[in-house]
């Protein structure tokens, strides 16, 4: 029979391996309690990646805009600051996401000016030609159906209406080696500069531009719904 001595670094190794399961799960669909902290993380490391990637699309104070997957509500609260006469909603299919995102907002929903639900990418409750701008920061590597949930998106964009994905990594980007092993764990979908751009035009969105900041391995892909 092995001693405790000698069980310990094993139970050592199987605590950190089951701590590491749980965290991947929290960081692709948080829960409600546990998954507080890793979306207060979130807020926090995203802020600057979100701030370069909005400089990119136009933000006008009446838009009425949705953010996809919005986590803890750190960008509802962003958009909401430049949009201070339109609307703001965000989805997330993430009851955890959710709950934090509306507790980060409380005061934003009192005033009408936001409004968050539970919903997945690839059947949004909304209808037709409803949003100027849609926005999708650190989400896009865990939809499930990349052409059919950007053309699910197309579909609630206004015409003319914009759709930014910001990730702060991609295939052949910055730090792509420690980055890629990363998204491997949490079985994410990486994309490179050109497969956004294709993907983009597959979903039948016009005027694709892509941006990079290779310092730091970020990226943003915009592209628009025809006029």
């Not at 993380?41 to 699309?57: A, F, I, K, Y």
């Not at 197309?154 to 890629?180: C, D, F, M, Q, V």
Request: charged share 20%; net charge positive; glycine share 8%.
């Amino acid at each position: 029979m092995p001693t405790l001595t000698e069980l310990t670094p094993f139970l050592r190794y199987a605590l950190l391996a089951v701590f590491a399961i749980y965290a991947i799960t929290q960081v692709r669909k948080p829960s409600r309690w546990a998954g507080r902290p890793f979306l207060w993380l979130m807020n926090r490391s995203h802020s600057n990646l979100t701030d370069w990637g909005l400089q990119h699309v136009q933000r006008e104070g009446n838009f009425t805009i949705l953010d996809v997957g919005c986590g803890g509500g750190r960008t509802i609260q962003k958009l909401a600051t430049a949009a201070a006469q339109g609307k703001v909603h965000g989805v997330d299919y993430a009851s955890g996401s959710v709950a934090a995102s509306r507790a980060q907002n409380a005061k934003l929903i009192q005033e009408g000016r936001v409004e968050i639900q539970q919903a997945s990418v690839s059947q949004l409750p909304f209808p037709e030609n409803k949003f100027d701008l849609v926005t999708a920061v650190e989400t896009q590597y865990y939809w499930p159906n990349l052409v059919k949930d950007m053309q699910e998106i197309l579909r609630i964009l206004k015409p003319g209406g914009t759709l930014i994905i910001i990730a702060e990594s991609y295939k052949k980007g910055g730090h792509e080696n420690w980055k890629g092993m990363a998204m491997k764990l949490v079985r994410s979908t990486s994309l490179s500069a050109d497969d956004q751009r294709a993907l983009f035009s597959a979903a039948g969105y016009a005027d694709v531009q892509i941006f990079e900041e290779p310092s730091k391995g970020w990226i943003c892909a915009v592209g628009k719904k025809a006029p």
